[in-house]
Nanobody, 125 residues
Framework: QVRVVESGGGLVQAGDSLRLSCVASGRTFSPTAMGWFRQAPGKEREFVAGIKRSTRTTNYADSLKGRFTIATDNAKNWVYLQMNSLKPEDTAVYYC??????????????????WGQGTQVTVSS
């Protein structure tokens, strides 16, 4: 059993920064990719950022490039999302996703088999 837990969400003002963390625990496993997705009220879930662990290759939603950064600590199965210059439209529940299988597109949510419960990020104007 693999457990995925996110942390670091909260209420901030526009322009502030937040760092989300995600850790996977449970049985011994080796993720091939880790990603962040978000879902705002009344909207569909959308891709935020992803990283392939073997190559450290990253990919971001076009609208978030330059403000968000994903990084991973391979030794401890952690993945982070640094969010800078936050805007009210970044308000959403942020989910961490992990896969142990080969993945072609880190932006494809269907490719991940393990998901966290989500952490709320609220950005006030």
């Amino acid at each position: 059993q693999v457990r995925v837990v996110e942390s670091g969400g909260g209420l901030v003002q526009a322009g502030d920064s937040l760092r989300l963390s995600c850790v996977a625990s449970g049985r011994t496993f080796s993720p091939t990719a880790m990603g962040w997705f978000r879902q705002a009220p009344g909207k569909e879930r959308e891709f935020v950022a992803g990283i392939k662990r073997s190559t450290r290759t990253t990919n971001y939603a076009d609208s978030l490039k330059g403000r968000f950064t994903i990084a991973t600590d391979n030794a401890k199965n952690w993945v982070y999302l640094q969010m800078n210059s936050l805007k009210p439209e970044d308000t959403a529940v942020y989910y961490c996703a992990i896969t142990e299988h080969p993945i072609f597109q880190v932006s494809d949510g269907a490719s991940y088999e393990y998901w966290g419960q989500g952490t709320q990020v609220t950005v006030s104007s």
